[in-house]
């Protein structure tokens, strides 16, 4: 059973970079029949895809988000990682990783504030 786990600040102050880690256990990141993505929902709003790494650790991002998207992982902790560059308020959500195939995290909330 795969089981995703996100880490990262809480707090994010207006124009910094949004960092957040997802640990995976119960498989490896770099299989090849493994899709990885990051989700976020702001409050009140639907889901919105952000982007997704697969086992050759090509990337493919969300068009509306793709200038400040960046998403990578090591292979040698099971972890990939999201990097939301330049942020607003906008931006507050509660942040997921998640394999396709319905597994997710728990989620983690992410404020823009000063």
């Known amino acids: 059973q795969v089981q995703l786990q996100e880490s990262g600040p809480g707090l994010v102050k207006p124009s910094e970079t949004l960092s957040l880690t997802c640990t995976v256990s119960g498989g490896s990141i770099t299989s090849d029949t493994y899709v990885w993505m990051w989700i976020r929902q702001p409050p009140g709003k639907g889901l919105e895809w952000m982007g997704r790494?697969?086992?050759?650790?090509?990337?493919y991002y969300s068009p509306s988000l793709k200038s400040r998207t960046s998403i990578s992982w090591d292979t040698s902790k099971n972890q990939f990682s999201l990097q939301l560059s330049s942020v607003n308020p906008e931006d507050t959500a509660v942040y997921y990783c998640a394999l396709w195939g319905g597994y997710w995290g728990q989620g983690t909330q992410v404020t823009v504030s000063s």
């Open positions: 790494i697969v086992y050759d650790g090509s990337t």
